[in-house]
Every structure is written in C-alpha cells, then in structure tokens.
C-alpha cells in the first residue's frame, strides 16, 4: 500500500470517529455523541413542533386579549373625548350666563339687590321684587352648582381619559410582545418541517393525525357518549351552521372571519351568529362563561383545551367539534376527545 493510500486509510478512519472491535475482531466505529448540531429523529420533531405551535397558541391568546382590551379602551377614549367636549361647551355657556348676570348687577348701580328693595316705598313694588329676589338668589346660587359640578365632572373626564390612555398604551406593549412571540415560534417550528424530505413530511402528519385517533378512541371507549344527549338550542344551531360553514378556510393567528379564523376567533363569531356576544379568547371564554360537567355537553358547547386553555372548538354533536387547529392548517371536523379537554363552557345558559 502507498503512503497516499495509508493517509487516506487514516483520514477515513479518523472522520468515523473511535473505533472498537467486534467479537470477531473487526473494527466498528462508536456512535457519535448527539449534538444540537445532528438531526432529530421524526417523533422529537413532532413533539418539538408541537411545543412551538402550542406556545404560538398560548401567545396568540395573549395578543387577542391585548387587542381586545385595547379596542375597548380605544373606544372608552373616544366617549370620554365627546363627553369633554359638551362639558366645554356647557362650561362656556355657564360662564357666559353667570357674565351676563354680573353685568346685569353693574347696570343697577351696583347697589346689592337687597339694598334697593329696603330703599323702596311701594308696597306692591316692594313684594314683586321681593318674589324676583329669591327668584335670582336660587338661579345664581343653581348657576354656581351647576358651574362647580361641570367643572369637576370636566376633571374626571380628563383624568380617565389618561388612566384609559395609560392602559391603552400598555396593552399595545403586550400586543407587540405577543405577536413576535407568535412569529418566532411559527418560523421555528416551519424552519423544522421544511427541513423534513417530502416523505418525512407526510409521516410528521401521519403520526399527528395518529395521536389524535389514539385519544380520540380512548375518549369514545370511555363511554362518554352514552351519557352526552343534550340538544341544541336554536341559538346553538345558529352557532353550528356559522362555524361548520367554516370548514376549509385557513387558519391565520389573530383572524376572526371571515376569510381566516384562528380557533377563538372561530368560536366567538360563531355564537355571534347565534345571537350571544362573548369574550374573544379561548382562555377567556374559560375564565368568564358557565361551566357545564362533560356528561352534559349539548350541540353548540365549546369544548375548552389544554392545561392552560390556549384551544377551543365548538361541540357539533356525536363525538365531533369544529375547530381551527393551527398555522398550515384549515378549519375543519375533528374528534371532541382528540387533545386533552379541560372543560366545557355553555354560551347561552
């Protein structure tokens, strides 16, 4: 063998890593140690996928709740603004009521009303001017209160309008944290699927689909339906047909219709359409509407997911809900027992 030939013998030896023998004697390179740097394997993808979609999921939560409550004090904003606005207005006129009252005052000689009226000789003068005494002590003494309360009301209305101001400002911070929380967990986890060769791509979903089938089985053999017989009210059907008529449309965080929904945005338009007005989140729908045992789920219901309430899909009867799972995926049917349930909420009891 040449010494270029040996060179390379080591060279190639050496790239493999430690080698050790066989019970044969033959040399077998060691595994390498795991680095950051070598690919996982398709299951820890999937579950690292998962935990990058459940944390956008969580932070998405977060911006809609910003966002609504920003929108509320948006709106408390612009009352407050109209209601300085007539106060100015009434506040002029006041003013210029009680100028005209003072010229008035100034005209008569400047002689206080009391010390005309005892100047009088005339009887009947004496009573009809009296009458009108009392009649303007109680308008000036009115016009005073009325001057007094408006400019206080003026100085709440300004103080709220900061307060709401404040808040405003500060749910724009939570916004603006939320949704680059949201976009740096959705490249993360897209970063890690476009890695995957098309056929390891299909499996990714296969083995998603494959989790959800495997819940959803255990969920049914529990014998959970044989319990579940409510109906849906009208106002529930309502909600149904608006959210299955859903199906197939995009999943986009933040989206409430109607060309893209995300899965709370879903729901919340949904019993829009049934007539109930409730609150945008899913954390927030756990939080505020009633609570209602499993067993007596009915049509319409949302079914509330997650430890930490970040997902929620709309009850459709026989096991199914309507839901929009996540981002690069559509609104679609799914199986209600197909991720771990934390409760149930009725909109309309």
């Given at each position: 063998m040449t010494a270029a030939a040996l060179l390379c013998a080591a060279t190639v030896l050496a790239a493999s890593g430690p080698v050790s023998a066989d019970p044969r004697g033959r040399p077998v390179a060691e595994p390498e140690p795991r680095t950051p740097a070598t690919p996982k394997t398709l299951e820890e993808v999937h579950k690292e996928v998962e935990r990058l979609y459940h944390q956008a999921a969580v932070a998405t939560d977060a911006y809609n709740l910003a966002e609504e409550k920003a929108d509320k004090q948006s709106a408390e904003i612009v009352r407050l603004a109209k209601d300085l606005e007539k106060g100015r207005k009434k506040l002029s006129s006041l003013k210029q009521r009680a100028g005209a009252a003072a010229r008035a005052?100034?005209?008569g000689g400047g002689m206080p009303p009391q010390a005309q009226l005892m100047l009088s000789d005339d009887p009947q003068q004496f009573m009809e001017s009296a009458g009108r005494l009392r009649q303007g002590q109680k308008a000036t003494k009115g016009l005073m209160g009325e001057l007094t309360r408006t400019q206080e009301d003026l100085e709440s209305y300004a103080k709220s309008a900061t307060a709401q101001w404040k808040k405003l400002e500060k749910n724009r911070k939570k916004k603006a944290t939320?949704?680059?929380r949201i976009k740096e967990r959705i490249a993360a986890a897209?970063?890690?699927?476009?890695?995957?060769?098309?056929?390891?791509?299909?499996?990714?979903?296969?083995m998603e689909e494959a989790a959800q089938l495997e819940a959803q089985t255990a969920w049914l053999d529990s014998g959970i339906l044989k319990e579940i017989d409510g109906r849906a009210t009208a106002a529930g059907k309502k909600a149904i047909e608006y959210a299955t008529g859903q199906i197939g449309k995009p999943y986009v965080w933040g989206a409430e219709g109607p060309d893209s929904f995300d899965c709370s945005g879903l729901t919340s338009q949904a019993w829009v359409a049934g007539g109930r007005v409730i609150p945008r989140t899913s954390q927030e729908q756990w939080k505020q509407l009633p609570r209602i045992d499993i067993k007596d789920m009915r049509p319409g219901d949302l079914i509330i997911y997650q430890k930490d309430a970040s997902h929620v899909g709309l009850y459709i009867g026989e096991g199914a809900m309507v839901h929009a799972p996540r981002p690069g995926r559509d609104v679609t049917m799914a199986g209600a027992g197909s991720m771990p349930i934390l409760g149930v909420v009725r909109p309309d009891k």
């Open positions: 005052q100034y005209r939320a949704k680059k897209e970063k890690l699927e476009e890695k995957l060769a098309k056929d390891e791509r299909k499996r990714l979903r296969e």
